[in-house]
């Protein structure tokens, strides 16, 4: 399936980079507070984006001043899974090198935010001093493989984190530039040794070719019984098959995405499908299989039809699945018989075995930092500081300390109410499973305000549905500040989604599960007028929902159209 349509600005700089090195070398010696556009381009797939504080670019308008170039680097931690050394490590880094804070992404990596591009050596240098990578992180390749990082009693858990860990040093690029430009050629975490000393030619990509993927390519691994990792959402997916308690493999699903763009109805967000089942000594060859079919046939001239979705919706999942076979010199066995069923989000205790509990604690939009009424950051120091705790990041943003000796439960608990860390239980619903992205100030794509504003519309919507008698109702409300849907608001049973400054695209009817996508329900909506805009739709919920039936399964089943109009559905 040739493509005679010309190559986008993007193809062309990966395919000119040597190996993604380019002149990045040069680039960052030179003595200026930024990269070429070309330059940040291949940044991303060291991990790293060149950003602008966006709030003094208010400031400086109509003066000569240049932009007020910044740059976040991100962790690539499969799993979110780190050791309570590591996350001190990236904790001291936050204030020596970032902005003070730590942020948790819906991928279970770890942000910083507001590294000068003096400081970029040194802040990869020292991530990979602790055993952690940026490598892949961003970029046209695949992301941090995500998984379910509670290690519950049983065991399955660990098992599929193993799978994931396997899967995804088998999936980075094989590229030296990393090394050589960060590291002075040292190993990196994960990735492949190799001799110091000068530049060398660029090492075979076996999976990625010289020009990449056509975009980021997302992979997951869910449980039936706890889809905390969204996995419809993600261009690979891969379902636990268990029987009697022992993992006999995955259903294998493709296609899933969130991105869309304003006023291009041909983007949109899409579930993933079916494709087959694999057995856990499969997954590796698997993946690469579809990897390498999106690598070969994704659309390479236009970047917004990029995504593995796009390409199954223009060949078929038929075709396929032909072509991952042919790749893989066998036919794909038929999907197991299993759904997601439920969703957890890990907080609060519970038990890990051999006289050990974790704990989950709650991060407002991934952000970790001290403030006026809660040292959040410096309760989490603390904990891990004195128990030995270990760290797992979470896809709800949130975090979970782990292995706790059963006898120092009562000593985690009082460090934490002394830095004024609320208990879960003092948590509303709508709180509970609220998310935001970054965005403004720092995210170049943003059209509107998302994790600055969102806690104060919970607490809007936390008096409404007071109010309403609904309080207790679980719900998943997420906002983003452009349409990319990097905190999943598509699948959400409510969103709000940035349109321009101060307004926004409102979503209802997605699914707690993250099996649905929602409908739109309002746009171009005022911040201040976001609450009010729903508020007759829980009113309508009150009274017309069935016994035990959710937000956004009854919106899906009232319908966008019904529920616009206000009229009552009938049973």
């Not at 010309?6 to 062309?12: F, V």
């Not at 990979?128 to 519950?152: F, K, M, Y």
Request: some cysteine.
């Amino acid at each position: 399936m040739p493509d005679q349509k010309p190559l986008s600005a993007a193809e062309t700089v990966k395919e000119e980079s040597h190996g993604l090195s380019g002149d990045l070398a040069a680039q960052l010696a030179a003595d200026t507070d930024g990269f070429s556009e070309a330059g940040a381009q291949l940044l991303k797939f060291h991990g790293t984006y060149q950003q602008e504080d966006r709030d003094q670019r208010r400031e400086r308008r109509g003066t000569d001043a240049e932009p007020a170039h910044q740059f976040m680097v991100r962790c690539k931690i499969p799993g979110g899974v780190l050791s309570g050394a590591q996350y001190l490590a990236i904790d001291e880094l936050a204030d020596r090198y970032g902005n003070g804070t730590l942020r948790v992404t819906t991928r279970q990596g770890n942000q910083f935010h507001g590294v000068v591009k003096g400081d970029l050596t040194a802040t990869i240098r020292a991530v990979n001093d602790v055993l952690v990578t940026t490598l892949g992180a961003c970029g046209d390749v695949v992301r941090n493989v995500v998984s379910c990082p509670a290690p519950v009693v049983g065991g399955l858990r660990e098992e599929v984190l193993s799978v994931t860990r396997r899967l995804s040093d088998h999936l980075l690029p094989r590229t030296r530039a990393y090394h050589e430009i960060w590291l002075d050629g040292e190993h990196v975490a994960g990735g492949p040794p190799g001799p110091p000393g000068p530049p060398s030619p660029p090492e075979p990509e076996p999976i990625y070719g010289t020009r990449y993927l056509p975009r980021k390519f997302k992979v997951a691994f869910a449980f039936p019984d706890d889809n905390c990792c969204d996995v419809h959402s993600n261009d690979l997916g891969f379902l636990v098959v268990a029987e009697r308690g022992r993992l006999v493999g995955f259903n294998v699903l493709v296609g899933g995405g969130l991105g869309r763009t304003h006023g291009k109805e041909d983007t949109y967000p899409r579930l993933a499908n079916t494709l087959g089942f694999a057995t856990t000594a499969e997954v590796i060859a698997v993946a690469e299989a579809v990897v390498k079919v999106q690598r070969d046939h994704g659309n390479r001239s236009d970047r917004r039809h990029a995504r593995l979705k796009y390409l199954l919706d223009a060949q078929g999942l038929d075709w396929f699945k032909s072509e991952v076979e042919c790749r893989l010199g066998r036919p794909v066995d038929p999907p197991a018989s299993v759904e997601v069923s439920d969703i957890e989000d890990h907080l609060g205790w519970h038990a890990q075995g051999s006289g050990r509990s974790f704990f989950g604690v709650f991060i407002e939009n991934g952000r970790i930092t001290d403030g006026a009424e809660s040292r959040l950051r410096t309760g989490l120091r603390r904990v891990i500081e004195t128990v030995g705790a270990g760290v797992r990041f979470t896809p709800q943003q949130n975090l979970l300390l782990t292995d706790i000796p059963d006898r120092q439960v009562g000593l985690v608990e009082r460090i934490l109410g002394d830095h004024g860390v609320a208990p879960r239980r003092a948590l509303s619903a709508v709180r509970r499973w609220s998310m935001a992205c970054p965005a403004l100030p720092t995210c170049g794509l943003a059209l509107a305000e998302a994790e600055r504003v969102l806690p104060d519309v919970v607490t809007e919507l936390e008096r409404e549905l007071d109010l309403l008698g609904v309080a207790d109702t679980r719900l998943t409300v997420r906002m983003t500040g452009c349409p990319n849907g990097c905190a999943r608001p598509y699948t959400a049973d409510l969103a709000f989604v940035g349109r321009s400054l101060h307004k926004y695209a409102v979503f209802v009817g997605g699914s707690l599960l993250g099996t649905r996508l929602g409908m739109l329900y309002a746009d171009l909506v005022p911040r201040d007028r976001l609450v009010a805009t729903v508020r007759p739709l829980f009113e309508r919920y009150r009274g017309e929902r069935f016994e035990g039936e959710r937000f956004g399964d009854f919106c899906h089943r009232v319908g966008v159209a019904a529920a616009r109009s206000g009229l009552p559905v009938r049973p």
